[in-house]
């Protein structure tokens, strides 16, 4: 017999709780709450998405766990990424509207990398790599990689009235998303054997 596990959803920590701006711990092998809390994490995803008609991806400290810890779902089906870490960041940078799940009130302009290159664990502890990331992703996975680090994009605002009430949200950031979203498997370097 089959047990389905369902998740209630936690709520969402928004800005002003300290908890938004430490520094996660890494995630470690054999942690016995990590199938739980990735679970957990989906289901305040999927739920977002259906109230707020965006969100694609959530940190752990975004639901006070303290741990390095990123749930996705792109569009393909929920991920998740352990201990994603940054390797390569492209000179050039670009300017992009930002929105927060954190920070439901306001979207920010803010400067990101063009492209990057990241490593994590996925959820059966293989090591991923990731190359040159598009723009799109880019920005997203640096997004949440500053969660981990206690960042929001607040931090990040750039230039003249970079911070706009939320009411801009399709106007400033839906309009200028490409309509083929990217994955990230394009980008995946396969293990050398
Ligand atoms: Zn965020």
């Known amino acids: 017999m089959h047990h389905t596990m369902t998740y209630e959803p936690l709520p969402i920590l928004t800005i002003g709780d300290s908890r938004l701006?430490?520094?996660a711990a890494l995630v470690r092998p054999g942690d016995a709450t990590l199938t739980q809390e990735i679970g957990q994490m989906h289901a305040i995803l999927n739920e977002f998405r259906r109230c707020q008609?965006?969100?694609?991806t959530i940190a752990a400290p975004q639901v006070g766990i303290g741990k390095r810890l990123v749930a996705?779902?792109?569009?393909?089906?929920?991920?998740?990424?352990?201990n994603p870490e940054i390797?390569?960041?492209?000179?050039?940078?670009?300017?992009?509207?930002?929105?927060?799940?954190s920070i439901p009130n306001q979207i920010v302009r803010v400067r990101r990398h063009k492209s990057i290159s990241f490593s994590y664990w996925d959820d059966q502890w293989c090591e991923r790599t990731c190359e040159q990331l598009p723009p799109d992703l880019s920005?997203?996975?640096?997004?949440?990689i500053d969660h981990l680090d206690g960042i929001l994009m607040l931090a990040r605002a750039w230039?003249?009235?970079a911070i706009r009430p939320v009411a801009e949200h399709a106007r400033l950031i839906i309009a200028n998303r490409p309509n083929r979203q990217s994955s990230l498997a394009q980008f995946e370097r396969m293990p050398e054997s």
């Open 53 to 56: 008609g965006y969100g694609r």
């Open 72 to 82: 996705m779902n792109l569009g393909m089906g929920p991920f998740a990424l352990l």
């Open 21 to 23: 701006e430490k520094a």
């Open 139 to 144: 920005e997203l996975v640096q997004h949440e």
């Open 159 to 161: 230039g003249a009235d």
């Open 87 to 101: 390797t390569w960041r492209s000179e050039e940078m670009f300017e992009v509207w930002d929105d927060c799940l």
